[in-house]
């Protein structure tokens, strides 16, 4: 994947600074919001499902002034998801091949209201190369404190206000294992008292007021064929409230008060290369593994161990991205860099496009698609199970944008490989109007 240089860095200030000058010589200003309207704060927004909650409606088009840039913020390679939490927005970055780092970002200018660093930073495997070496997990926050995994199995817990560490767990040292040879890939989960993450060779809750590991399960020895990549989710399937993990091997129900394995199911893939989120539809979990199928399982048994069975597999083979449900529909990017829509009733496949990028972060708003391609392209899709219907698009990075998008109110935020930009939409009569009309 080829690196930006500083050609790449100053276009998109000089964009901005030429839009911030034509608002103010138009009397037009940028929208204000609540600084608290909205969230975003862990993978994949509040619901870890994509699904934008508090949402201000979206324009009908990307193109012209929907969109604006509010401000731009350069920084160091990530491929992290930035969240928002109250006025800051959070994002993560290696530094110099030696640190990692996060930084508190205002929400309403981009200032910079503080950072944190530690050692960490590791190399890949020489295949993995291409996608970079830098941090990949996205951080999450409780409002108090943020939790950010560094790629040497390390998770950090900092006070959210000031950037002061709290606690700071390594895995390798604490538990003897391995050093993940992708990294710490899993985004950290937080539900109530305690933080869940797929790290130290398993899957393990902790403490989030102090560290201490308080179980582990799922136990797959590390190395180059364990270090999971999926981030678990909680659900309610049966009537039993759980974790939805995916390891690297298999798809798995777990109870969160002890660890025990509920259910369990094999999921072939190349390498074990399965990274999607698990996504949930009532009490069946879809699933789609790289170079395997998608698979939509029934949970059932509320009583004692539960039981997966299989509704119906589709040879769609997804890759990196997460899908979306929208009305009894998945829409899911595939590894041969397709999109498609599948009956979660039938597992029918109702329509496949041709081939866009490698990776697609998504986020579901109603029933609108906001879509960011990794080569920068930002598209606007309606969720619509009888044909392919997209809407608009625009092109918003020269940049690599493999991280995940963040939206909150009429608020974008967009992790480009080298900075982070705020974008605010713009409603409708916002655009068509200017002062003496």
């Known amino acids: 994947m080829p690196l930006h240089h500083k050609t790449c860095l100053f276009l998109p200030a000089v964009l901005l600074a030429v839009?911030?000058?034509?608002?103010?010589?138009?009397?037009?200003?940028?929208?204000?919001?609540?600084?608290?309207?909205?969230?975003?704060?862990?993978?994949?927004?509040?619901?870890?499902?994509?699904?934008?909650?508090?949402?201000?409606?979206?324009?009908?088009?990307?193109?012209?002034?929907?969109?604006?840039?509010?401000?731009?913020?350069?920084?160091?390679?990530?491929?992290?998801?930035?969240?928002v939490s109250g006025s800051l927005v959070f994002t993560t970055e290696t530094k110099d091949k030696k640190l990692e780092l996060v930084?508190?970002?205002?929400?309403?200018?981009?200032?910079?209201?503080?950072?944190?660093?530690?050692?960490?930073?590791?190399?890949?495997?020489?295949?993995a190369k291409a996608n970079g070496d830098w941090i990949r997990s996205t951080p999450a926050c409780d409002g108090?404190?943020?939790?950010?995994?560094?790629?040497?199995?390390?998770?950090?817990?900092?006070?959210?206000?000031?950037?002061?560490?709290?606690?700071?767990?390594d895995f390798v040292k604490e538990l003897s294992t391995p050093v993940p040879e992708f990294g710490f890939v899993c985004s950290p989960l937080v539900d109530g008292e305690h933080v869940y993450v797929q790290a130290g060779a398993a899957f393990c809750k902790l403490d989030k007021r102090t560290g201490k590991i308080l179980w582990r399960t799922l136990e797959d020895g590390g190395g180059m064929f364990g270090s999971a990549f999926s981030s678990p989710v909680f659900a309610e399937m049966a009537g039993r409230r759980q974790l939805l993990v995916q390891t690297r091997e298999k798809l798995a129900g777990v109870d969160p008060d002890n660890g025990n394995v509920l259910w369990s199911q094999v999921i072939p893939a190349f390498r074990g290369m399965n990274i999607l989120t698990p996504t949930v539809s009532g009490d069946s979990v879809?699933?789609?593994?790289?170079?395997?199928?998608s698979f939509l399982f029934q949970i059932?048994?509320?009583?004692?161990?539960?039981?997966?069975?299989?509704s119906w597999t589709n040879r769609s083979r997804a890759y990196m991205s997460s899908p979306v449900v929208v009305n009894g529909h998945v829409y899911l990017h595939l590894q041969n860099q397709r999109f498609t829509c599948i009956d979660l009733a039938s597992g029918e496949t109702r329509w496949t496009t041709g081939p866009f990028g490698k990776y697609w972060s998504l986020v579901v708003n109603g029933d609108r698609?906001?879509?960011?391609?990794?080569?920068?392209?930002?598209?606007?899709?309606?969720?619509?199970?009888?044909?392919?219907?997209?809407?608009?698009?625009?092109?918003?990075?020269?940049?690599?944008t493999w991280a995940h998008l963040a939206v909150c109110g009429n608020e974008l935020f967009v992790r480009e490989l080298n900075a982070i930009v705020a974008y605010r939409w713009v409603n409708a009569e916002d655009t068509n109007s200017s002062p003496g009309n």
């Open 286 to 293: 879809f699933t789609s593994a790289y170079q395997g199928n």
């Open 369 to 400: 698609i906001l879509a960011l391609d990794e080569r920068g392209e930002l598209l606007l899709i309606r969720a619509n199970p009888e044909k392919f219907e997209l809407i608009d698009r625009i092109k918003i990075s020269d940049q690599p």
């Open 103 to 127: 930084r508190a970002i205002d929400r309403r200018s981009g200032e910079l209201r503080w950072e944190r660093s530690w050692e960490g930073a590791m190399s890949v495997p020489f295949f």
């Open 144 to 169: 108090e404190s943020l939790y950010v995994a560094g790629m040497r199995d390390v998770l950090v817990c900092l006070n959210a206000e000031t950037g002061d560490i709290r606690w700071q767990v």
């Open 300 to 310: 059932s048994g509320p009583d004692g161990k539960q039981v997966a069975t299989e």
């Open 19 to 83: 839009f911030q000058l034509a608002s103010v010589v138009m009397g037009q200003h940028l929208p204000e919001t609540d600084p608290v309207s909205g969230h975003w704060t862990q993978w994949r927004g509040n619901s870890r499902d994509g699904l934008v909650s508090q949402a201000a409606e979206w324009p009908d088009r990307l193109s012209g002034e929907a969109l604006k840039p509010a401000w731009r913020v350069p920084l160091g390679p990530s491929y992290s998801g930035p969240i």
